[in-house]
T-cell receptor
Framework: SAVISQKPSRDICQRGTSLTIQCQVD?????MFWYRQQPGQSLTLIAT?????????ESGFVIDKFPISRPNLTFSTLTVSNMSPEDSSIYLC??????????FGDGTRLSIL | SQQGEEDPQALSIQEGENATMNCSYK?????LQWYRQNSGRGLVHLIL?????REKHSGRLRVTLDTSKKSSSLLITASRAADTASYFC????????????FGPGTSLSVIP
């Protein structure tokens, strides 16, 4: 299975700032996704990162707040913009090939003061 | 929403006992997956079961799928303290693109 490296693993940020999270995969993959996991909750899909085109966002998530890039088949970034305490969560990237298991990075634990 | 729902939300058992967790979903699926998440860690994939399969085994894990009832179960036999974790089911269905939707999860505590 693909090896996924996610950076940073954790960060503490000030309100109103932005943070970019990187996701690097050791092989080319078709599908890359970004999830949010709020404290004590399950995972919620933010968006599908599409290579070479704009990400596809789920209901409740918008590009201005969570801009995503995917310049190639092995790399994606998620930016959490203008952060507030409500954005304190674990952010996870994942990869999947059709009809294969989805695999996750270790996540980025984000705390906003 | 096709999000799965787990039952129970929390489960506490003694080491050596079996643990059963259930998952229900709303729409037709291609696959159903079970994941484990230890506290503060990433998700570990356990088993993927396809819509045309009814049962799969992996070590002490047994997963069943009943597409007529839109439900799945995860059985962990002879549980160990190391099985303490949150367990999530996740479903994917063909839309315009594949995506996986997670249920709320079951928090399992195995008491030594």
């Amino acid at each position: 299975s693909a090896v996924i490296s996610q950076k940073p693993s954790r960060d503490i940020c000030q309100r109103g700032t932005s943070l970019t999270i990187q996701c690097q995969v050791d092989s080319q993959v078709t599908m890359m996704f970004w999830y949010r996991q709020q404290p004590g909750q399950s995972l919620t899909l933010i968006a599908t990162a599409n290579q070479g085109s704009e990400a596809t966002y789920e209901s409740g998530f918008v590009i201005d707040k969570f801009p995503i890039s995917r310049p190639n088949l092995t790399f994606s970034t998620l930016t959490v913009s203008n952060m507030s305490p409500e954005d304190s969560s674990i952010y996870l990237c994942s990869v999947q090939e059709p009809n294969r298991p989805q695999h996750f990075g270790d996540g980025t634990r984000l705390s906003i003061l | 929403s096709q999000q799965g729902e787990e039952d129970p939300q929390a489960l506490s058992i003694q080491e050596g006992e079996n643990a059963t967790m259930n998952c229900s979903y709303k729409t037709s699926i291609n696959n159903l997956q079970w994941y484990r998440q230890n506290s503060g860690r990433g998700l570990v994939h356990l088993i993927l079961i396809r819509s045309n399969e009814r049962e799969k085994h992996s070590g002490r894990l047994r997963v069943t799928l009943d597409t007529s009832k839109k439900s799945s179960s995860l059985l962990i036999t002879a549980s160990r303290a190391a099985d303490t974790a949150s367990y999530f089911c996740a479903t994917d269905a063909w839309t315009s693109y594949d995506k996986v939707i997670f249920g709320p999860g079951t928090s399992l505590s195995v008491i030594p």
